[in-house]
C-alpha cells in the first residue's frame, strides 16, 4: 500500500501548499513568457513512452514537463488535472498528477529526475486547456510543470525519444 | 520498442461472499504492481534474458463491505456534515411494516455502517456495498488482443467496460444503455444500473465498474452519484420487481442447471457470484471476440491467515 499513500501526496497535500504556489519567484514576467515561435533557444523536445513531454531551457538548468498532444486526443476532453505540490523532488518514472477525462484517471509520470518547482495553475480552473494545446508552453498552454535539473536529469534524456522516433511510437499503437 | 505479445488467456479471480474493501483494494494494488515492476524491469536499460513470463491480464470481481468512495478529484473535499451523513446507521427495514428497525436484539437486524475511502480513479462519489458486483479488470491496454491488435485507448477501454456490462445485463434480459452521462443507465436512461472509474498508470488499468444486482438502493440517497443532480439510481433486482419477475420463467427454462445450483430460487440466483461469471465471460468476447472455456481461467479467492489463497477452477 505504500505506492498509493506515496501517489496520494499530492493530492492530499494540494489544498495546504496551494498558498506557497502562489508566491512571487515564478510568476511569469513579460520577459520570461516565451512565445512557440521563439523558442528555438530551446533544447530539442523529448517524449517518453507514457506520452509525456520534455522540453529543457538553453542552460539545461530548467525545463516544462506536460503530456503529448498525441495522449490529448486520445483522452478526449480533460474535465480535471491533478497538479504537484511544489517543491517536490521526482525521480524519472515518479507519479507528479493526472489527467481526468470521461471517468478514467490517467497518470501523468516526470520524464525525468530533478526538482518540480512550478505548475500551471490556469489547468486547476480551465483543464480544457490541455485540449487545446498539450505541447505548448505558454502562459496560456496546457502545459503541466516547470522542473529543474541537475546533472541525473540531463541524462535521463538519453532514454527518450526525439519527436521522429516518438511519431514513429505512436504510429504503431 | 517492446515487442507486444498477444496474450492467450485473461485470469478471473472471484471473491465470493462479503470482502472487507481495504482487502479488496490491497490485492488489486498486489496485481498492478506485479505488472508496473514487470513494465519498469522491461523497459530498463538492460533487461535480463530471457524476459520473466509477462503479468496475466486478470480481472477481480467482489462484492465489498459498505463503502462510499471518492474520485481523485474530490479527496478532501468532503465537509464534516457530510462526512457524518455518510457515516450514519442504516437502519434494516421492518419485512412487516416496511419501516426502520433502530432497535433491535436479534444480530439480522443489527444496522449497518459504511466506510470512507479514498480512490485514485476518476469519477466522483460512488457507494459500494453487499447486493453489489465490483469489476476491477488489471490490464496493461497497451497489450495486443484479437479485438484490439493495437492496444486499447482510454477512450475504447471505457466504452468496452460498459458494453460488457450491457451484454451481461442482456443474458438477464435487461437493457441497458449509454448517456451523454458515463456509466450504464436503465433503459429510460434516467436511472444508473452500473457506475464507472478507472485509474490508469502506465497504461495499467486499475478500478472499473460496479454494478447493481440486490444493492439496498438507500446507501445511494446521502450522495448525489457521480455528480449528477436529479438521476436516480437503481438495481437489477429493482428492474426485475418493476417487470413483474418476468425474468424468472424465462432463467427457469433456459438455464435449469443454475436454476437448481441455486435452491431452485431465483432471488439467490441473481447474484454476484453468478453475474460475476457472465460479466468476464463478456469482458473476454469483447478482447477475443468469442468466447470459449480455455480464454478464461477462474481462481476463487479465499483469506487464510491474512493472506489471499487462490483456487483454480475452469470457467464454464
Known amino acids: 500500500m505504500a505506492s498509493i499513500a506515496r501517489s496520494l501526496r499530492p493530492a492530499a497535500s494540494r489544498f495546504v501548499a496551494s498558498s506557497s504556489r502562489r508566491a512571487p519567484s515564478w510568476r511569469i514576467s513579460p520577459f520570461q513568457v516565451r512565445s512557440f515561435s521563439a523558442s528555438g533557444a530551446a533544447q530539442a523536445k523529448k517524449y517518453t513512452k507514457d506520452h509525456e513531454w520534455i522540453e529543457l531551457s538553453e542552460d539545461k538548468k530548467t525545463g516544462y514537463i506536460g503530456i503529448s498532444e498525441y495522449a490529448a486526443h486520445a483522452l478526449g476532453d480533460v474535465v480535471y488535472v491533478e497538479l504537484p505540490t511544489t517543491p517536490m523532488e521526482v525521480k524519472a518514472g515518479d507519479a507528479i498528477g493526472a489527467v481526468e477525462s470521461v471517468k478514467s484517471a490517467s497518470d501523468i509520470n516526470s520524464p525525468i529526475s530533478g526538482t518540480i518547482v512550478a505548475v500551471n495553475e490556469l489547468l486547476e480552473e480551465r483543464p480544457g486547456t490541455i485540449n487545446k494545446g498539450p505541447e505548448d508552453e505558454s502562459s496560456a498552454g496546457g502545459w503541466v510543470a516547470k522542473v529543474e535539473v541537475d546533472e541525473t536529469g540531463v541524462k535521463d534524456l538519453d532514454d527518450l525519444m526525439d519527436a521522429a522516433a516518438y511519431k514513429e511510437f505512436t504510429a504503431e499503437e | ?316
Request: overall charge neutral.
Open chain 2, 1 to 316: 520498442m517492446l515487442p507486444i505479445s498477444p496474450i492467450t488467456h485473461i485470469r478471473h479471480i472471484h471473491l465470493p461472499g462479503i470482502t472487507p474493501f481495504h482487502l479488496a483494494q490491497a490485492i488489486q494494488q498486489n496485481l498492478v504492481t506485479k505488472y508496473l515492476e514487470y513494465k519498469a524491469l522491461v523497459s530498463s536499460p538492460s533487461p535480463p534474458t530471457p524476459l520473466p513470463e509477462a503479468p496475466q491480464p486478470t480481472v477481480l470481481t467482489f462484492t465489498p463491505t459498505p463503502v462510499y468512495t471518492t474520485g481523485r478529484r474530490e479527496h478532501d473535499t468532503l465537509t464534516p456534515s457530510q462526512i457524518s451523513l455518510l457515516k450514519a446507521p442504516l437502519y434494516a427495514l421492518s419485512p412487516t411494516t416496511g419501516k426502520e428497525i433502530k432497535q433491535s436484539k436479534d444480530p439480522k437486524y443489527t444496522p449497518q455502517y459504511a466506510e470512507i475511502e479514498q480512490t485514485l480513479r476518476g469519477g466522483q462519489t460512488t457507494f459500494h456495498g453487499p447486493g453489489q458486483l465490483v469489476v476491477y479488470p488489471v490490464i496493461d491496454l497497451r497489450t495486443a488482443f484479437p479485438k484490439f491488435p493495437k492496444g486499447i485507448s482510454v477512450r475504447c477501454y471505457v466504452h468496452l467496460l460498459e458494453s460488457t456490462t450491457i451484454a451481461t445485463l442482456q443474458r438477464w434480459s435487461m437493457k441497458g444503455v449509454r448517456t451523454e452521462n458515463p456509466g450504464v443507465w436503465e433503459e429510460s436512461g434516467e436511472r444508473k444500473i452500473a457506475a464507472l472509474g478507472v485509474h490508469l498508470r502506465r497504461s495499467i488499468s486499475s478500478y472499473g465498474v460496479g454494478l447493481n444486482i440486490q444493492t439496498d438502493l438507500r446507501w445511494f440517497e446521502r450522495i448525489v452519484a457521480c455528480g449528477l443532480v436529479g438521476k436516480g439510481v437503481t438495481s437489477m433486482w429493482a428492474i426485475e420487481e418493476e417487470r413483474g419477475f418476468s425474468g424468472e420463467e424465462k432463467f427457469r427454462t433456459e438455464r435449469p442447471d443454475l436454476w437448481d445450483l441455486h435452491g431452485r430460487n431465483y432471488k439467490n440466483a441473481m447474484c454476484p457470484d453468478l453475474v460475476a461469471l457472465q460479466w468476464v465471460e463478456e469482458f473476454a468476447k469483447g478482447l477475443y471476440g468469442v468466447y470459449e472455456d480455455d480464454k478464461v481461467e477462474l481462481q476463487t479467492g479465499f483469506i487464510k491467515d491474512r493472506e489471499l489463497q487462490l483456487k483454480g477452477y475452469l470457467h464454464g
